[in-house]
T-cell receptor, first 112, second 114 residues
């Protein structure tokens, strides 16, 4: 059974720093991996999607990488800002049954 | 842009009531999903549907049912609401599996059962 793990569960960093969020998964038979952002009390906003054949995707200050063979993904945030404070979730879309399996998220707090 | 709309942002109901949560998507997506999200447990899949009138159980279907009479609408039904169903409910949609097909979410319904 696919398991998705995100470490750390929570992270606080000063504004302006670069940071990395980690995601690991146990079954590499995936279509893609998606990173989401969730603000308190809100739904999920898709940030980046990496196809299984890709190694990375970039959007603005965000860069996501995927190493399918080792079951790992990272989300790199450059020059962090207080507005980046949110919970970040990763999710894999399984080939076996087309389900999306989520990690429990990393709560990020950027200190002004 | 894909829009997934959940009918209520906040809902308060009483124990034993029958509760309907509605979700509508406007991109002709085949797949629709209902999750609940609880602190420390993350998102858990309740039910999903690959097409009209089709439904599949997710990881925690007990106490819930679903209805998909039209492609754009997926309803979650709490047959007899209980306090342990107080949660944030999220609906999502996607097109058929493929490497570049993302999942799109609604804004969520925060349901309180008193």
């Amino acid at each position: 059974k696919q398991e998705v793990t995100q470490i750390p569960a929570a992270l606080s960093v000063p504004e302006g720093e670069n940071l990395v969020l980690n995601c690991s998964f146990t079954d590499s038979a995936i279509y893609n991996l998606q990173w989401f952002r969730q603000d308190p009390g809100k739904g999920l906003t898709s940030l980046l999607l990496i196809q299984s054949s890709q190694r990375e995707q970039t959007s603005g200050r965000l860069n996501a990488s995927l190493d399918k063979s080792s079951g790992r993904s990272t989300l790199y945030i450059a020059a962090s800002q207080p507005g980046d404070s949110a919970t970040y979730l990763c999710a894999v879309r399984e080939r076996r049954d087309d389900k999306i399996i989520f990690g429990k998220g990393t709560r990020l707090h950027i200190l002004p | 842009d894909v829009k997934v709309t959940q009918s209520s942002r906040y809902l308060v109901k009483r124990t034993g009531e029958k509760v309907f949560l509605e979700c509508v998507q406007d991109m002709d997506h085949e797949n629709m999903f209902w999750y609940r999200q609880d602190p420390g447990l993350g998102l858990r899949l309740i039910y999903f549907s690959y097409d009209v009138k089709m439904k599949e159980k997710g990881d925690i279907p007990e106490g819930y049912s679903v209805s998909r009479e039209k492609k754009e609408r997926f309803s979650l039904i709490l047959e007899s609401a209980s306090t342990n169903q107080t949660s944030m409910y999220l609906c999502a949609s996607s097109t058929y599996g493929g490497d570049n097909q993302p999942q799109h979410f609604g804004d969520g319904t925060r349901l309180s059962i008193l």
